[in-house]
């Protein structure tokens, strides 16, 4: 039996197949939750779309993204991507779940200072369980920039709307900055066990040889290692050391290189190798540009 996908490509096409009447305009809407009602033929099915999605909603709707099932019982914030695949796991009755969402395409910011920055707000690529909890006062902020969101769409469009919509946009998703920050630091002490798992995997790895069988491990491996996603993963770290999950790992191998450097006699190149460097000239690079000097310059300063 073949697997069933959806693909939705526009606001219209996402009206069309939820019910809803035309949207009042082509690239966002935003939508009463308490008004969608899924039936059971969109359940198990995969769907994919070119929108982005803000959602804020009260309790599970019978969500899944990725690997992942939003089950909270109380109102969360996510964020979805174009082209990410989502899985709707059971009907939704009208009325049954309060809330919001914002779908829009990327035409609508294109041109924009949210254009431009969009890939900067990392949590549209974060797992469902790393989605922000928001509070009364922080809820009730968003809610008036939907609000505001919403009025504009269903004005006479003008020249000025894409501008004002874009920029209630980019507000609204650098007040959801701030609340993630707040949220890392009410959670700081589980992120502090992440971090300790994080160091001694990565220990482990150096230990048992891997970086030279199988080589250097990438964010994505200990992010599944710890059971987030990469860019949760590596903001939590930055949050709470100073530098993401890709620096982190350099600092890392930099260490070691200094004490290979200082107590072996391997060339350069060996070094790299041992390291998990495809190419010693990249290895010289990056640890020139986190010492200030080169691994010979810094092996000979040492020696003198």
Known sequence: MKEQFIHISSISQLHEMSGF???THPLISVIDVSQWEIPEAYVHVKMTSDLYSIALKDKS?????????????????IFTAPNQVSVIN????????????????????RNTSLGKMIDNYHFFSYDVHEALHCSDTEQ????????LIRREILERIDHHSQTVIASTL?????????????????????????????QSLLKSYFDEGKLTSEGQPTVDFF??????????????????????????????????????LLSEESSVSEIAYALGFNY???FSRLFKSKTGVTPLEYRAGMEN
């Not at 939704?92 to 990327?106: A, D, E, K, R, S």
């Not at 599944?224 to 770290?237: P, R």
């Open 170 to 198: 980019e507000l609204i998703l650098n007040l959801s900055k701030r609340y993630y920050e707040r949220q890392f630091n009410t959670r700081s002490a589980q992120h502090s066990d992440v971090i300790s798992q994080f």
């Open 90 to 109: 059971e009907p939704q009755l009208l009325g049954q779940v309060q809330g919001w969402m914002i779908f829009f395409h990327p035409d609508l910011i």
């Open 280 to 282: 010693p000239h990249y």
């Open 21 to 23: 009447p035309k949207p």
């Open 223 to 260: 992010a599944q290692k710890v059971h987030l996603s990469a860019n949760y993963f590596s903001d939590l770290l930055k949050k709470e050391t100073g530098n993401n999950a890709k620096d982190a790992i350099q600092l890392f191998l930099i260490d070691k290189a200094k004490t290979l």
């Open 140 to 147: 009730a902020m968003l809610n008036d920039c939907v609000d």
């Open 61 to 77: 709707c019978g969500l899944q993204y990725g690997r992942n099932t939003y089950d909270f019982d109380e109102g969360v914030l």
